[in-house]
């Protein structure tokens, strides 16, 4: 399933698309920047709940797939921009994390 | 490649948010270089997690990339406080990141357990009072 698909499917709000073709390999959900740094993979959906700037240097560094803001976390409109220059395709849900995880296995 | 190609980065010991630049900019010289993906992601994820150390604990520092034809190897230079037990220092969960580095999610303990998974050879040279150095070697 790619990146674009998911917004579809589970009404995504889109705050950075860079690129929707990407395809989805597995999920992570966390919030401790270090602990997914190390125990997430390449390609996976990243389900989070932090909002501050390091999340996108993480979700570059990892090469997420796509990182979905759960619980319509607030985040700021620098850290958006700073997703949208490094490339990052950022997303966010009304869905708790256990919601949204549980949601996107029923689909991948 | 025949001559390694040096690269170097003052880490902003100061700026939280931007920490990670550094490892952001190497990421995308290596990308340039043609490093296979996976390679990269180990540096990647070894020198961000390095960096944020460094500002943490050391009020930052200086990296100092260089990439051969089989290797590359990263070095981290701080003038910090020393880590007192590196043995401590490396296992996973123990942390000595103040409050408000743990509310930004850092500080779980994983900084330098995570440089060592991902580097296959990692030295540290740290003493009390004058800093710490920092060598990993990803090979390519």
């Known amino acids: 399933m790619t990146v674009s698909e998911l917004v579809k499917s589970l009404d995504l709000e889109i705050l950075s698309m860079t690129d929707g073709t990407r395809e989805i390999k597995g999920a992570y959900a966390g919030d401790l920047l270090s602990w997914v740094m190390g125990r997430a993979s390449a390609g996976n959906v990243w389900a989070t709940i932090m909002t501050n700037v390091n999340v996108v240097a993480v979700a570059s560094l990892v090469d997420m797939s796509a990182t979905v803001i759960c619980e319509n976390s607030e985040i700021g409109d620098d850290v958006i921009e700073t997703a949208k220059q490094k490339g990052i395709n950022l997303l966010r849900t009304r869905l708790p994390i256990y919601e949204f995880t549980a949601a996107l296995s029923r689909l991948i | ?140």
């Open chain 2, 1 to 140: 490649m025949s001559e390694p190609l040096v690269f170097t980065f003052d880490v902003d010991g100061e700026n939280f948010t931007s920490a990670g630049e550094a490892s952001v900019a190497m990421k995308k010289n290596l990308r340039m270089l043609g490093i296979s993906p996976e390679a990269i992601r180990r540096v990647a994820i070894a020198m961000y997690e390095g960096e944020i150390n460094m500002v943490i604990h050391a009020g930052g520092g200086k990296a100092t990339v260089t990439v051969s034809s089989d290797a590359v190897k990263i070095i981290l230079e701080d003038k910090g406080p020393g880590i007192a037990n590196v043995e401590l220092a490396m296992k996973e969960g123990f942390s000595t990141a103040p409050e408000n580095i743990r509310n930004l999610g850092f500080g779980a303990g994983m900084g330098l357990p995570n440089m060592k998974k991902n580097a296959d050879e990692m030295t540290v040279e740290s003493t009390l009072g004058v800093g710490t150095t920092i060598t990993m070697t990803v090979n390519i």
